[in-house]
């Protein structure tokens, strides 16, 4: 079997952004599921080693994935000397290019209003951002048969 696992990349020296106290943002949120990435069909009878993708990807405003590239040389990324195979590249690039999210968003709120988690309440002013996140992909043979786990 094939698989594939992902996970979010927190990166190195990452920490909590300072925002007024009237304001709090809201991570973008998966709509649904978004799908991992499939093994590549034309490598499953090579016998290929654990391959492992990095992707940054962009969330925009509107929750797209506009644009992604390839992360190398972080923590449990490949290093930019041993990159994985293109086609393992391309398929994790095509999947990320169909997950769609609830944007990012940074919530204001009136002087002395209470936050909450969904920014809901009288005179909340929201505005959504584009992010960047990272996420790593491990594409693995099991039996020489494909499946695709998250």
Known sequence: MAEVDSGLIIPPLSGAVDMPENQQFLFPAPVLRNPPPEYPEALLDLGLPD?????AIVIDEGGAVPSSAPVFDSPD????????????????????????FLAATVCTYPVGAT?????TGDDVA???VAVKLSYRFRFRLVDGKGIVER
């Open 51 to 55: 391959q492992t993708v990095c992707l």
């Open 77 to 100: 990324c490949p290093s930019s000397g041993q990159p994985p195979r293109p086609e393992f590249l391309e398929a994790a690039s095509k999947a990320v290019a169909r997950w769609e």
């Open 115 to 119: 936050k909450n988690d969904d920014c």
């Open 126 to 128: 929201t505005r959504q």
